[in-house]
């Protein structure tokens, strides 16, 4: 395969300017600007039918922009088309494969999409790296469901891609096999790799990823490092431990929106720092009422963050009308 020379001085890895996609009447993405420096790993966040995957496809050349510029490392997705698909590597959603070849036989056809002919040392390191070594052998059909997640991130880094863009991997996996791909991701942007990770477990980007964007109906409503995204919201998750199971919420915490599970030991709610309803709390928990054995409060996580921000964008949606709607 020819080496694609990565410019010198530096461009970002990847840089999206202004990027729009219509469907007919129906507008998927909505002037997206982003800048993704080398070595990142970067977070792609939203709702479904935010415009994620859109943006995802845009940029893998899967599908024509209607307006706007994409870049990978400075080479335009569309003119240059065989200068980017060799420096981005994708794992798509969808388990996409031809189900009566072996793993080996599948990542060999894959080298060979990009002129790779002497890369059986990488080949085999990704099986070891991958858990898939002793499954080499095996036809696609005869793998489970994680087996062929692991496979389509080996196909996507057989040719040691400089942008490696992970498109919900995690997703219909056990606990197990996430821990393992997060070792992966960690050890692949160790390395130096830039990745960009789209996901629907919050928890996953918070772990991960350096900054994150969040996309909703076709546009960023947030894009910043995790740490200054959450230190925006003045939210407080707050946990209550009881020592006996309560039937019912006390009327005054119920008016602050708490929930008690289901075996009545424990009670969650949000409070903001800003509107008193944490000094509400704590008078309420004062009267004494509750058979309280430990309160905890922990500062906004990315889940508030993401709830949050979405849910301002969805309260304005319906003005903006049928070119509003993502896809």
Same mark, same amino acid.
């Not at 943006?55 to 893998?60: A, D, H, K, Q, V």
């Not at 947030?222 to 200054?228: G, Q, S, T």
């Given at each position: $395969?020819?080496?694609?020379?990565?410019?010198?001085?530096?461009?970002?890895?990847?840089?999206?300017?202004?990027?729009?996609?219509?469907?007919?009447?129906?507008?998927?993405?909505?002037?997206?600007?982003?800048? !993704?420096?080398?070595?990142?790993?970067?977070?792609?966040?939203?709702?479904?039918? *935010?415009?994620? +995957?859109?943006?995802?496809?845009?940029?893998?050349?899967?599908?024509?922009?209607? +307006?706007?510029?994409?870049?990978?490392?400075?080479?335009?997705?569309?003119?240059?088309?065989?200068?980017?698909?060799?420096?981005?590597?994708?794992?798509?959603?969808?388990?996409?494969?031809?189900? &009566?070849?072996?793993?080996?036989?599948?990542?060999?056809?894959? +080298?060979?999409?990009?002129?790779?002919?002497?890369?059986?040392?990488?080949?085999?390191?990704?099986?070891?790296?991958?858990?898939?070594?002793?499954?080499?052998?095996?036809?696609?059909?005869?793998?489970?469901?994680? $087996?062929?997640?692991?496979?389509?991130?080996?196909? *996507?880094?057989?040719?040691?891609?400089?942008?490696?863009?992970?498109?919900?991997?995690?997703?219909?996996?056990?606990?197990?096999?996430?821990?393992?791909?997060?070792?992966?991701?960690?050890?692949?942007?160790?390395?130096?790799?830039?990745?960009? #990770?789209?996901?629907?477990? #919050?928890?996953?980007?918070?772990?991960?990823?350096?900054?994150?964007?969040?996309?909703?109906?076709?546009? &960023?409503?947030?894009?910043?490092?995790?740490?200054?995204?959450?230190?925006?919201?003045?939210?407080?998750?707050?946990? !209550?431990?009881?020592?006996?199971?309560?039937?019912?919420?006390?009327?005054?915490?119920?008016? #602050?929106?708490?929930?008690?599970?289901?075996?009545?030991?424990?009670?969650? #709610?949000?409070?903001?720092?800003?509107?008193?309803?944490?000094?509400?709390?704590?008078?309420?928990?004062?009267?004494? +009422?509750?058979?309280?054995?430990? &309160?905890?409060?922990?500062?906004?996580?990315?889940?508030?963050?993401?709830?949050?921000?979405?849910?301002?964008?969805?309260?304005?949606?319906?003005?903006?009308?049928?070119?509003?709607?993502?896809?």
């Amino acid at each position: $395969m020819k080496t694609i020379p990565i410019p010198d001085p530096p461009v970002p890895a990847l840089e999206v300017r202004s990027v729009s996609k219509n469907y007919g009447a129906v507008r998927a993405l909505d002037g997206i600007t982003l800048s !993704i420096p080398r070595g990142e790993l970067f977070g792609l966040l939203g709702p479904n039918g *935010a415009g994620k +995957s859109t943006l995802i496809n845009i940029i893998t050349g899967l599908v024509r922009r209607t +307006s706007g510029d994409v870049k990978v490392f400075g080479y335009d997705v569309e003119r240059d088309y065989r200068a980017t698909r060799s420096l981005l590597g994708a794992v798509p959603q969808e388990l996409i494969y031809d189900h &009566f070849f072996t793993v080996r036989q599948t990542l060999k056809i894959q +080298s060979g999409y990009y002129g790779l002919t002497g890369n059986a040392d990488w080949v085999e390191e990704l099986l070891e790296r991958l858990e898939l070594k002793e499954h080499e052998n095996k036809t696609i059909r005869e793998l489970s469901g994680g $087996m062929k997640r692991r496979l389509l991130v080996a196909k *996507a880094m057989v040719h040691k891609p400089a942008i490696l863009i992970l498109d919900e991997p995690t997703a219909g996996v056990d606990v197990a096999l996430r821990r393992s791909l997060w070792n992966l991701v960690r050890q692949v942007h160790a390395q130096g790799t830039t990745v960009v #990770l789209t996901t629907h477990y #919050l928890d996953e980007a918070e772990e991960l990823c350096e900054r994150v964007g969040i996309i909703n109906h076709g546009v &960023f409503v947030a894009l910043d490092r995790k740490e200054v995204l959450m230190q925006q919201i003045h939210n407080r998750r707050v946990t !209550i431990e009881l020592g006996s199971r309560v039937e019912r919420l006390p009327e005054d915490l119920a008016s #602050l929106g708490a929930t008690l599970s289901e075996d009545g030991r424990r009670i969650t #709610l949000l409070v903001d720092r800003s509107d008193g309803s944490l000094q509400r709390l704590v008078a309420a928990l004062g009267r004494g +009422s509750l058979p309280l054995v430990d &309160f905890q409060a922990a500062g906004a996580g990315l889940e508030d963050v993401f709830l949050e921000l979405t849910a301002e964008r969805d309260r304005g949606a319906g003005t903006r009308g049928p070119a509003g709607v993502a896809r």
